[in-house]
């Protein structure tokens, strides 16, 4: 596969304070000629992330081990087993999480991969400095720069809007984003 610019190099293990790991096990070309990624993640009970869209990449998850609940606002909770599939087309919000009392096992991929890993390995490391809570400064910046691609539903919407361009210049005058001096720009 060609390489592409800013790539993060694969096979890549997050893990999160909670117990949340992601492994991002290689990039691939799908049907559509888009560059997907093929991941893995395992989640501890209760476990599982909040509600997101994300504008650009479809999500396909396969669950291999466990029961995974999923919420889509609108619609009622429904829950998912062994050998079971759901895909989350681009715009669909959704949440989904370790619905049971084993540890979750799926296995998926997301395609086109734009930013996305980079996003979430950013979330996983200010989670992980924070001890089970994301930078304030990381979450308003990261929020922000990639808008485009990802949004978090659980963030009011007042917050992003007024709050993070706050935090943002705030972090911007303490060198706060030093750190994200090569972080690949966010799709348009």
């Not at 949440?95 to 996983?124: M, Q, R, Y």
């Not at 929020?143 to 210049?169: D, G, N």
Request: proline share 8%; glycine share 8%.
């Amino acid at each position: 596969m060609e390489q592409v610019k800013n790539q993060i190099q694969l096979p890549l293990t997050i893990v999160n304070g909670p117990g949340d790991v992601i492994i991002f096990q290689r990039y691939y070309k799908n049907k559509k000629g888009q560059q997907a990624v093929e991941v893995e993640n395992t989640i501890p009970p209760k476990g599982g992330p909040p509600m997101h869209v994300h504008y650009r990449q479809d999500e396909s998850l396969t669950v291999i081990a466990g029961t995974m609940g999923i919420k889509e606002p609108g619609q009622p909770e429904r829950y998912i087993t062994v050998g079971q599939t759901v895909v989350w087309k681009a715009g669909q919000p959704h949440k989904f999480w370790n619905a049971g009392t084993d540890t979750l096992h799926c296995t998926g991929w997301v395609a086109p991969v734009d930013s996305f890993i980079f996003l979430l390995s950013e979330i996983h490391k200010s989670v992980n400095a924070g001890n089970g809570k994301p930078s304030l400064f990381d979450i308003a910046y990261l929020m922000r720069r990639y808008k485009s691609e990802f949004y978090m539903l659980e963030i009011p919407a007042f917050v992003q809007a007024t709050f993070f361009p706050f935090m943002i210049f705030i972090g911007s005058l303490l060198g706060k984003y030093k750190k994200y001096a090569d972080a690949p720009e966010p799709v348009q």
